[in-house]
């Protein structure tokens, strides 16, 4: 084992990464101090954040026999001798695994915030890699951006996005030589003289000179030799189709000759977020018997839709919005049935837990099951107090709830994903039956979800890309020139609700707002909509491709800001909603716009009048 | 500075039942970390990690997946244009071991490489530090796995615990060695991708996926 010397060209101490922790109240973000170093190697220049008290150069070359690993692109332990033969599970600085170490080369751009005019704040940096990798927000405690900036500029050439101002993209100097290559042919402005008279043969020959000489010239010069992956040949291939289409939406533009036809949508309304509903808000709306009339309980859903609820609350109202309580009657009725409901609980969980060992050893899909409960409940939110440590009696309750849904619905059984949605209820309940009521109320909401041929996933998909068609035309042709209009990569945030990408808390404040089908039952859609919008400068400058895009996406989870979120989304129905005329009919059914019996009214509901 | 270098990247999927250690052996052999609160991955997510093979710099990416069966459907998509799967087992469940001729054929129907014959699959057998809770006897396991991989044409069989970090390293490490030189031999596996790219142009409409909305 040897060090690897490098030259550091620049080291900032002060530099703090962002931990956004799973708390249980409140989502803490923590600060992990630390130092970023841009460091000449051999085997390349690399930008590396170490966290504090940790070993700045233990960036090894491990030498071995059958060849050396060189962790970049990953944090690695202190030790990083321990590589094959020695178990790495020693004991290492909680932070360790935040440490990375980027190539220069595999960055293709970052996003500079700078707080706001007048906020308190610090500058930040995000590298965000050319795999769509998101590396650890950094925070520069005492000084600016500018000086990482600067010397970096010698390695790389950097552009700011014209689009998104924090972003800045790494120029590919690849794509520019092609870039200037295509400008080149076109040199004489013939091809755009003679496109004015004919524009279709024009920019059909046109095209396929392009294409031939990409093809011919420009193709072997940049896919040099065998030292090109099949990945990289395909993500050549694939820029230069880009490359063509920009080049015909440009002369189409120029001719005036408007293929697809844009829905101007008006503009998006400012919508502001209301504090959650308290306690006293919540029993000021009861009648004196303790019920909810029809219009109260509406007014509620709105509150709820606005806000969500206290902390405090969400025990007493999580049990209306998920139908296990229900608005109309008074608590001691709902309490009868809540009694009633439980010795049915209790009916179903005795029928697992009678089953005995030899009646399991030919009972195969029931042990199939057992097993499936089993391994996701030793691994569902372990980072919470509430379900941390070996033999946590919560997790024994989450066992059982989930096993006896598997009764409650043996046709549909134990699916992944279910513990995630369980979790929250159990936490938020404190105990087995009341949290396996709301958990059916909740699955009979996504239970298609769940359902083998996953037909419903896809079909909300579908109708992601459709909205997104009418939302964000550009990001969805985007994505459909880049093979990613399957919308695959929201697969995570739509079957679980968001769950792995909001902290515990906010998770159940997004739950809430859902739960409650305002302003239309596809809300999450809309969600997913905004989501998007937000990234849409980042996937195109970035160039990102199938891949990359489902990395991006996936790298968001834990940075999402939920308010605004929330807002956006609202604010794009407010949008759609004002043009629901001018929609297409499948976006106004996506939306249930113009459907009167649904639009301002919870579903679950009979009669709004 | 080496601005000209290039670099291979090798896609590896792995695939086996839930609760196998998928996560925690690309964790394992990326991050060198373990940790018994992966939670159940849903959808699909890959790591990268640079290693040097005899000289030459490569990028593993490594694809982690869903484990129940189900939600195989939609990701199968990033199957394609891979250079090796990896499937793998838990030697303390037998269930898991039985489930390995469906992924492999699974994989193959899903990414269809040109030569499904030769197609390099690798065995991982995981979690070898619970020896006590073995599904069969140590001894007799490593001869059933060797008889399957024989009688798949001879797949690579590694022992690993992700847990202890046995073995791990060495798998994979063998598995970017040899689909460099399947590379190197120019046995494309995934030849019509080429061809996709460039017939895109014309039938991207009926290239968006069987939808039925």
């Known amino acids: 084992m040897k060090r690897a010397r490098g030259i550091v060209a620049l080291r900032i101490p002060g530099v703090s990464a962002r931990l956004t922790d799973d708390g249980d109240d409140q989502p803490t973000d923590e600060y992990i101090p630390g130092t970023l170093a841009i460091v000449e190697k051999a085997t390349g220049v690399f930008i590396e954040w ?19 690993t060189i962790p970049s692109l990953s944090p690695k332990p202190v030790d990083a001798s321990s590589s094959s033969s020695l178990p790495s599970s020693g004991p290492l600085s909680p932070h360790s695994r935040l440490r990375f170490s980027v190539d220069v080369n595999d960055l293709s751009s970052f996003k500079n915030v700078e707080p706001k005019k007048g906020k308190k704040g610090h500058p930040c940096i995000r590298l965000i890699a050319k795999d769509g990798t998101n590396y650890v927000p950094l925070y520069f405690l005492t000084q600016s951006t500018k000086d990482f900036i600067d010397v970096l500029q010698r390695y790389v050439t950097l552009r700011r996005s014209a689009r998104e101002h924090q972003l800045v993209l790494v120029v590919d100097e690849k794509a520019e030589a092609l870039a200037q290559s295509l400008s080149t042919l076109d040199q004489n402005g013939d091809i755009m003289g003679r496109f004015m008279h004919n524009p279709y043969a024009t920019a059909m020959t046109g095209l396929s000179k392009i294409t031939t000489f990409v093809q011919d010239q420009v193709i072997p010069a940049i896919l040099d030799s065998d030292a090109v992956s099949q990945e990289e040949k395909i993500r050549a291939m694939r820029e230069l189709r880009t490359e063509t289409d920009d080049t015909r939406l440009k002369i189409s533009r120029e001719a005036d000759f408007e293929v697809v036809t844009q829905l101007e949508l008006p503009p998006r309304p400012d919508i502001f977020r209301e504090s959650p509903v308290t306690q006293a808000v919540w029993s000021s709306f009861k009648h004196s018997d303790g019920s909810f009339d029809q219009a109260k309980s509406h007014h509620m859903m709105m509150n709820v839709f606005r806000g969500g609820v206290e902390t405090e609350l969400r025990k007493e109202a999580w049990k209306y919005l998920l139908g296990y309580y229900e608005w109309s009657k008074t608590p001691a009725e709902n309490e009868k049935k809540r009694a009633k409901l439980e010795k049915d609980y209790l009916r179903m969980k005795g029928q697992w837990t009678s089953i005995s060992e030899d009646q399991e050893s030919r009972f195969a899909k029931y042990v199939v099951r057992k097993a499936l409960v089993e391994k996701d409940v030793a691994r569902t939110d372990r980072t ?14 989450l066992h059982n709830v989930l096993m006896t849904y598997c009764m409650y619905d043996f046709d549909l059984g134990y699916v992944q994903g279910m513990s995630d949605f369980c979790s929250p209820l159990l936490y938020v309940m404190g105990n087995e039956c009341d949290a396996f009521w709301c958990f ?7 239970h298609a979800n769940f359902e083998k041929d996953q037909t419903a996933i896809k079909v909300q998909l579908n109708q992601l890309r459709d909205l997104l068609m009418i939302v964000n035309p550009k990001l969805a042709n985007y994505l459909e020139s880049h093979d990613s209009d399957d919308m695959y990569f929201c697969f995570r945030w739509l079957i679980v609700w968001f769950k792995r990408e909001f902290s515990f808390e906010d998770t159940c404040k997004l739950w809430e707002v859902l739960w409650t089908c305002q302003p239309c039952p596809n809300f999450l859609l809309l969600i997913c909509a905004a989501t998007l919008d937000r990234q849409t400068e980042t996937i195109i400058e970035n160039k990102f491709g199938l891949t990359e895009i489902l990395k991006h996406v996936n790298d968001l989870s834990m940075h999402h800001d939920l308010d605004e979120m929330l807002t956006s989304a609202e604010a794009i129905f407010h949008q759609l909603s004002a043009s629901q005329d001018k929609l297409p009919m499948h976006i106004c059914e996506h939306l249930a716009l113009g459907d009167k019996s649904v639009v301002g009214t919870p579903s679950g509901d009979e009669d709004d009048e | 500075m080496s601005g000209t270098r290039r670099k291979a990247l090798l896609k590896v999927i792995i695939l086996g039942d839930s609760g196998v250690g998928k996560t925690s052996l690309m964790n394992q052999y990326v991050n060198r970390r373990f940790s018994n609160q992966y939670k159940a991955t849903i959808g699909a997510d890959f790591l990268t990690k640079d290693v040097m093979i005899d000289d030459r710099l490569v990028t593993m990416q490594i694809w982690d997946t869903a484990g129940q069966e189900r939600f195989q459907s939609l990701g199968v998509a990033f199957y394609r244009g891979a250079d090796c799967c990896v499937l793998a087992f838990d030697v303390t469940n037998a269930v898991s071991f039985k489930s390995l001729d469906s992924w492999r054929d699974e994989f193959l129907i899903q990414a269809s490489p040109r ?18 809770n073995r599904a069969v006897s140590a001894k007799r396991h490593v001869t059933m796995a060797q008889s399957w991989c024989a009688a798949k044409g001879g797949m690579p069989y590694y022992e690993v615990s992700a847990k202890e970090a046995v073995n791990v390293e060495a798998a994979f490490q063998a598995i970017a060695r040899d689909a460099l030189a399947r590379e190197s031999a120019d046995t494309s596996d ?11 142009e014309n039938n991207r409409s009926s290239s968006s996926g069987g939808c039925n909305c």
């Open chain 2, 115 to 132: 030569d499904p014959e030769h197609f390099p699959f690798v065995l991982l057998g995981n979690k070898i530090d619970m020896e006590a």
């Open chain 1, 440 to 446: 059916v109320g909740f699955m009979q909401r996504v």
């Open chain 1, 384 to 397: 919470l107090k509430f379900f941390a440590g070996d033999d946590n009696p919560n997790l024994a309750m």
């Open chain 2, 190 to 200: 995934f030849p019509e991708l080429e061809n996709n790219i460039n017939l895109n």
């Open chain 1, 50 to 68: 170490t966290p504090q008290g940790e070993d700045e150069c233990g960036w090894v070359l491990a030498d071995e026999d059958s060849g050396h």
